[in-house]
C-alpha cells in the first residue's frame, strides 16, 4: 500500500485588513501570513476501493465528507480519474477552529501528498486553483511562503524576507465563529492603506505591522483576548496580537528560553493551549 506522511502547520497573521465587502457576501482582505511549526500529522495511504475514510477523533473535528481533508482527497482521486481511494489518519495538534488555519493546512497536505502518491504531476498553481474551491486559505499553504495575500485571500506575493521568531500561541478555547465577526464588522473608513515596508531587519520591523481589524468585533466580546496581550508583553514578547477571526493571541519573542517561560506561565492555573514555536 502506498503511503506518505505530512505535517500540516499552522499559520498567524502578521497584518489582516479588511478592504471592503464582495457581492458574493466574502471579504476583500489583505494579509501577511506567516507559517509557525505547530503542525498536524497527516497519513495518507492509497486504497483499492474507491473510498476515502478520515480517520481524526478529535472533537468538533468531523470524521468523514464534512473534513476539508475528505474533500481535498476526493478532488484529486476524481480528477486522476482512477478507480483507488484513500485513508487519511490525521493527528490534530493545531487547536480547532482557533485562528490557526489548521483545517486549511490539512487540505493543502492532502493536495499536496494525493499529487505525489498519485503521479499527477500538477503545478502548485494548479493545486491552489483546486485549493481555493475547498477554502480561502488553502492556497496559502501551498504556496510555502511568507506571504502576503490579498482577494479572499488567493492572490498570493511573497514577502521580503523577515528575521525567525519564536511565537507564544495561547488559545483561552473561548468560541468565536467566524461568520459571525465578520457580520458585525464596522468597516473602516480610510483613504488608502498603510504603506509597508520592503525591509525586515528585526523582528521589531515586524512588530511594527502587527494588526488585526477582527479584533474590533472579537476583543469586545471576549475581553480575556485582550488580557492575554497584556500578559504576552509583560512577559517579554516584543509584539502580541490576535490572529484569524481568533481567539488564539501570538506573541512574538526572540529567544527561545524568553518564549518557553512565556508559554509556562501563561499556562499554570489556566487550562488554555499554549504553545512555544518557531515561524517557519
Ligand atoms: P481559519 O484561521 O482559516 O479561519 P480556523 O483555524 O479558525 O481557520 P479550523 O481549525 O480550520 O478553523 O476549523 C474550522 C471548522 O472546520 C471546524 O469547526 C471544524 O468542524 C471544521 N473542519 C473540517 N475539517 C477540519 C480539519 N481537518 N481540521 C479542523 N477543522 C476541520
Redesign the pocket.
Known sequence: MKSLTLNAP??INYLLDVIRRRPDGYHDLRMIMQRVNLC?EITITLTDTPEVA?T?G?K???DGP?????KAARALLDLAGVGQGATIA?T?N???????????S??AAVLMGMNELLGLGLSDQKLMEIGLKL???VPFFVFRKTALAEGVGEQLTVMPAMPPAWVVLVNPGVHVS?AWVYRNLQLKNRAELAKLPHFYGNIEDICSILSNDLEAVTIPAFPVIADIKASMMRLGALGAMM???GPTVFGLFRDRETAEMAADALTAGTGWFTAAVETM
Do not use: E, F
Request: charged share 15%; aromatic share 2%; with cysteine.
Open positions: 499552522a499559520k498536524d478520515v481524526c478529535k468538533g473535528v468531523p464534512g473534513n476539508i481533508a475528505w490525521i490534530k493545531i487547536p480547532v477552529a482557533a485562528g490557526l488555519g489548521g483545517g486549511s490539512d487540505a477554502g480561502a486559505d467566524t490572529s484569524g477571526s
